[in-house]
């Protein structure tokens, strides 16, 4: 091609193309295009080699430590200690790369199930398609809140305007036309293209694909920048901040060793050795291996149940949530609009209400309160059917139900139009649309203009009004004045009390229906043609959902844009709205100030009404008040509420493009219950990461004791370095990672939300900290002592005194698992992860202990069987410890 795309008019680009707007691109050429073009994605930054990864896990300074501790050794002759030290090293950094890798996995798995999708036409009709899937000649789709999949040339537009500002850098939406214009325009200014990377502020668009892949605008400019990294997540910055600590009370410990082994006498080689395992003992090195599991595991189990977790920082945010604001339609309610009510304007009287059968969109049901040819129902019902943009599809091949395509609320009056046997193709034909004014959110409004085939018809062209009765009702200029205007009011009210959701529709004779001029021109011109009252039925199951928030310490808040008292009477049915909790609407809610907003958000259940904009006033004024929020939405102008909360919740059905890339979660099927599942699993990963965090810092600072005992009272080291270093890489590991894969306790959304500033050792972890470590070291110097005095062999004392602090190990992870919960009644089969850890963790102590070559890399004997009996019973007092405390806050919790 020797002209530009922005150069050519939309036939010449079509024909170009080989395509045709009307039917789109067959099947077998998108197939062969596929083929030919491959498919529309960048290319991804290659799979770091796996050397690379395993090169990362020795940039840790406790590894640069380890690897010193290493060469003193060979210097000072302990040529077996320095052979263990780097074998420990290099299997912890064989676990740090497997785990490491599977989570990269894991991540790319979840990238792939949140992937965009397009609206395209091929073979006639309208497909959902994987944007990677795209072909040249494809014919797009777009409506606001839609994201550009490729880079093409519009073919017509009904008031597009679209965001640029990630490609050309302009701040604000640019209106786009079709015209052709001069191949020397710059990129900022090709009114007549969209592209990827980009999407649609307002309107809708036909679009042909020009260009895919590498070969947008985006993709040549993807091949001169890199991806930047996800910055930290609090729970991410906690943990390095608690490793900082960890590593200068390390350096503290490693002086006072020193300093305590010198003064003791003792070899300075040794010494040195066992102060260098310690000061590394000293800090757990598995939490961060722990860490990325625990939330890669939770990001999995969350996703089975249906959220999609886009950031990290999200998991860990789910379990301090205090506030959920949820949209009404598709998530507390089933998304499928009904129309039960009519109400037709009376020539002098009060107006007739019409009642209709049915649920769902099968088109069968029955009105009742009018004939069916009354004229004014038919005029309601054709204004209604026709300034829509939704389609009513009939079962086939591949549907078993009726469905709609487009905008629920419009597929219900498609629905109702049907049911009282108007023909949907004769209406369309007709009066055929030519010119539209597109559903605004701000003025709750939509026009179209027809023209009249019909020769009986007062004038040859005609505008259909529908939106918000409010809104209708301010353009409207009725024939019998107020009167009119009141008894249109009040039908309305006494609808939205029934929590039916209200249209209202309209019609002008003859009007421009001017774009410029929006509908501020409509005006006092309209001629009001009745009310629509639908219903979207609340979900079964949410109300216990909602139950359940409120259990857990959860406000849960409807934000809509339906009537105020329709979203109050939903609300009330769900439990969502209680006694003494009140609704505001959008126009409320702007005369408030701030400090009243903050004020009476305690009572507020439901805010109706609100504009988009509207949303993101409402989430900062529940995080001024110290809230943590979650809040849903599905829409291109709820991006920005979105972005704002602490955790932006965007519905993966009804959700634009722009919604879910602005969320930190995707619900794939619009269910209120889906997020309080997501709160839940977000908060069972956070109690397992403080049960790994307390099993190695109990743990490791009983090591630290056990050593600083024996050095002040004057025995022997009970362990030597390599000893310490298995206990604190290999046993601990064995059980740490598998620590975190522990079920939900069942009682997580009977608890409080964590707190946002939550310590990762906080009060109640300490207390049992100062029973845990103290009990190990008792048991693990208190028999060192014991058999030491008795004038056995060091070697074997220090073989049982090794074994025994494996075994304490083994008890305590059983401790670690619940804060109150007996250990004998959770078992192990409940977490058969931990159960394969703790029998691989025996197996490997077997090993150590009995095998010959081990025995001289880690200065062991083997025991006698008939020895291990004493040893399993002494070390199982540190789990009859905290038993006995645990039964004790059992006991005062019952009474309290």
Not at 6 to 29: I, K, M, N, R, Y
């Amino acid at each position: 091609m020797s002209r530009p795309w922005h150069a050519l008019s939309p036939t010449e680009t079509l024909e170009s193309l080989q395509t045709d707007a009307a039917t789109g691109l067959a099947a077998a050429q998108a197939r062969r295009r596929l083929a030919d073009h491959g498919p529309n994605a960048l290319p991804e930054a290659p799979p770091k080699p796996w050397w690379r990864t395993l090169l990362r896990q020795f940039a840790s300074p406790l590894i640069v430590i380890l690897f010193v501790a290493a060469g003193l050794a060979v210097m000072l002759g302990h040529v077996g200690d320095a052979a263990v030290i780097l074998a420990v090293v290099l299997v912890n950094a064989l676990i740090g790369t497997v785990q490491e890798g599977r989570a990269e996995k894991s991540m790319g798995a979840l990238r792939r199930l949140a992937e965009l999708h397009a609206r395209v036409r091929r073979d006639g009709r309208e497909l959902d398609l994987p944007a990677r899937d795209l072909v040249p000649g494809d014919v797009l789709l777009l409506a606001a809140g839609d994201a550009v999949g490729a880079d093409a040339r519009l073919l017509t537009v009904a008031q597009l305007q679209t965001a640029e500002a990630a490609l050309t850098g302009e701040s604000v939406p640019v209106t786009k036309a079709v015209a052709a214009q001069p191949e020397a325009t710059g990129l900022a200014d090709r009114h007549g293209m969209v592209y990827a990377g980009t999407h649609v502020a307002a309107g809708r668009a036909e679009a042909v694909v020009v260009a895919t892949g590498v070969h947008t605008e985006v993709g040549q400019i993807a091949g001169l920048t890199t991806r930047a990294q996800e910055p930290p997540t609090p729970l991410e910055q906690r943990i390095a901040q608690f490793g900082r600590w960890l590593v200068g009370a390390a350096l503290v410990l490693f002086a006072g060793v020193m300093a305590l082994g010198l003064w003791r006498g003792l070899p300075l080689a040794d010494v040195l050795m066992v102060a260098i395992s310690q000061m590394v003992s000293m800090v757990p090195e598995g939490l961060p291996v722990a860490m990325t599991i625990a939330l890669a595991v939770g990001m999995q189990r969350m996703a089975a149940r249906g959220a999609i977790i886009r950031r990290l920082s999200a998991v860990e945010t789910l379990g301090s949530t205090t506030v959920i604001c949820s949209d009404k339609t598709g998530t507390l309610t089933r998304n499928q609009m009904t129309a039960v009510a009519l109400w037709l304007p009376g020539q002098c009287g009060p107006g007739r209400e019409v009642t209709v059968d049915g649920i769902g969109y099968a088109p069968s049901g029955a009105l009742h309160g009018a004939a069916a040819d009354d004229p004014a129902l038919h005029a309601l019902l054709r204004a209604a059917a026709l300034c829509n943009d939704a389609e009513l599809l009939p079962p086939d091949g591949e549907r078993t139900d009726w469905t709609v395509l487009g905008d629920p609320t419009e597929g219900a009056l498609r629905v109702l139009a049907a049911k009282a046997g108007l023909d949907l193709a004769a209406l369309a034909a007709a009066a055929p649309r030519e010119a539209e004014l597109p559903f605004d959110a701000d003025s709750k409004l939509m026009a179209t203009r027809h023209r009249l085939t019909d020769a009986r018809a007062v004038a040859p062209r005609r505008v259909w009004i529908k939106g918000a009765p409010e809104a209708v009702l301010r353009l409207t200029l009725p024939r019998d004045g107020a009167a009119a205007v009141q008894a249109a009011k009040a039908a309305a009210e006494a609808m939205a009390q029934r929590a039916l959701r209200v249209l209202a529709v309209a019609e002008i004779d003859d009007d421009p229906l001017e774009p410029v001029a929006g509908f501020d021109a409509l005006a006092g011109r309209a001629q009001l043609l009745g009310l629509v009252g639908q219903i979207d039925p609340p979900r079964d199951e949410v109300r216990d959902a909602v139950a359940e928030c409120h259990g857990a310490g959860m406000r849960v808040i409807m934000v809509t844009g339906d009537h105020k008292l329709t979203g109050l009477a939903i609300a009330r049915e769900l439990g969502i709205a209680r006694e003494g909790d009140t609704a505001l609407d959008g126009s409320e809610l702007e005369r408030l100030g701030e400090a009243e907003l903050r004020e009476a958000l305690p009572r507020v259940a439901v805010f109706a009404r609100v504009q988009p904009a509207q949303k993101l006033r409402i989430v900062e004024a529940l995080q001024a008040g110290g809230e943590v929020v979650a809040m849903t939405g599905d829409g291109v102008n709820d991006a920005p509420a979105l972005a704002r909360a602490d955790v932006g919740v965007a519905m993966g059905i009804t959700g634009t493009e722009v919604a879910k890339s602005a969320a930190k979660i995707v619900i794939t099927d619009d269910d209120f219950g889906t997020i309080v599942d997501a709160v839940e699993q977000g908060r069972v990963v956070y109690a397992n990461l403080k049960k790994v965090i307390l099993y190695l810092f109990a743990t490791s600072l009983a090591e630290v004791v056990v050593l600083l005992g024996a050095l002040i009272v004057g025995l022997p080291l009970p362990l030597v370095a390599v000893q310490i270093l298995w206990i604190n890489i290999v046993t601990e590991g064995t059980v740490t990672v598998n620590l975190v894969m522990d079920p939900p306790d069942g009682d997580e959304m009977k608890r409080r939300p964590v707190d946002r500033d939550d310590r990762l050792l906080d009060a109640g972890m300490l207390r049992r900290v100062a029973l845990m470590t103290p009990m190990i070291a008792a048991v693990t110097l208190g028999w060192f002592a014991w058999r030491q005095g008795q004038g056995l062999p060091l070697e074997v004392v220090r073989t049982e005194t090794f074994t025994v602090l494996a075994m304490c190990q083994w008890f305590n992870v059983l401790s670690c698992q619940s804060a109150t919960r007996s250990a004998l009644r959770l078992g192990l089969l409940q977490n058969p992860w931990l159960l394969g850890g703790l029998t691989l963790s025996i197996a490997l102590q077997a090993l150590v202990v009995y095998a010959p070559f081990m025995n001289d890399l880690f200065h062991t004997v083997p025991l006698a069987p008939s020895a291990l009996l004493p040893l399993v019973g002494l070390a199982s007092m540190v789990l009859w410890a905290e038993e006995a405390r645990k039964l004790l806050a059992r006991a005062v919790g019952a009474r309290s």
